[in-house]
């Protein structure tokens, strides 16, 4: 299983972004999907999740009314646009994919997770 995130850049504050991540995997709709980030000096953390069919989406609250993360099977595509940017979330950002989820489920923690694409740099400039 091959994630590629892409879609990273420089953005100045309350800028947009639209990160995309490729998945190489036929059992891709099968498999929740989510986005972490890690900023320079902190652990990796929750970003957003989605269920195997998009029926159910989780945010972590730093993010919720700013990020929406959305899916598209029949490409075997995961997005996430980034609106109203701020400085802290500066990060690098990784999609991943957890292919034993239920059907509804979108797991928050990192363990949950099975595959994991190589990271795009996300800038906000003050």
């Known amino acids: 299983v091959q994630l590629q995130a892409s879609g990273g850049g420089l953005v100045q504050t309350g800028g947009s972004l639209r990160l995309s991540c490729a998945a190489s995997?036929?059992?891709?709709?099968?498999?929740?999907m989510g986005w972490f980030r890690r900023a320079p000096g902190k652990e990796r953390e929750f970003v957003s999740a989605?269920?195997?069919?998009?029926?159910?989406?989780n945010y972590a609250d730093s993010v919720k009314g700013r990020f929406t993360i959305s899916r598209d099977n029949a490409k075997n595509t995961l997005y996430l646009q980034m609106n109203s940017l701020k400085p802290e979330d500066t990060a690098v950002y990784y999609c991943?994919?957890?292919?034993?989820?239920?059907?509804?489920?979108?797991?928050?923690?990192?363990?949950?997770?099975?595959?994991w694409g190589q990271g795009t740099q996300v800038t906000v400039s003050s």
């Open positions: 991943a994919a957890d292919p034993s989820a239920g059907y509804y489920s979108t797991p928050r923690i990192i363990p949950a997770y099975d595959y």
């Open positions: 995997v036929a059992t891709f709709s099968t498999s929740a």
């Open positions: 989605i269920s195997r069919s998009g029926a159910s989406i």
